[in-house]
């Protein structure tokens, strides 16, 4: 049974900074595309960037570009989203999401296309 182990999520002011976790158990990282997704209260999910199984090409959506920043560590098989100059309507639950062998589309990441997922990390930025 595949499991991940997430964190980095909580509370944080507005201009503050997280950095959410995932780190899946039963695959390695190294062979799948990774997305990050993100669904706020009353809204579709939506996402928010990814990187391609070659670890490279990153897309990150209008709305978190030049403030988040998405990355993995093949060593540790674990996969980031740095949070940086936070806003409440970055507020919602974070989803980790993976695919195998796969890309990271120009237009951004597309739940369709992914794997597995994690359960998500909820993130509250206050105003």
């Known amino acids: 049974q595949l499991q991940y182990a997430e964190s980095g999520g909580g509370l944080v002011q507005f201009g503050g900074s997280l950095r959410l976790s995932c780190a899946p158990s039963?695959?390695?990282?190294?062979?799948?595309?990774i997305g990050w997704f993100r669904q706020a209260p009353g809204r579709e999910r939506e996402g928010v960037s990814c990187l391609n199984s070659g670890g490279r090409t990153p897309y990150y959506a209008d709305s978190v570009k030049g403030r988040f920043t998405i990355s993995r560590d093949t060593a540790k098989n674990t996969m980031y989203l740095q949070m940086n100059s936070l806003k409440p309507e970055d507020t919602g639950t974070y989803y980790c999401?993976?695919?195998?062998?796969?890309?990271?589309?120009?237009?951004?990441?597309?739940?369709?296309?992914?794997?597995?997922w994690g359960q998500g990390i909820q993130v509250t930025v206050s105003s």
């Open positions: 039963g695959f390695s990282l190294d062979e799948y595309a």
């Open positions: 999401a993976f695919e195998r062998l796969g890309g990271c589309r120009r237009k951004g990441p597309q739940e369709g296309d992914y794997d597995y």
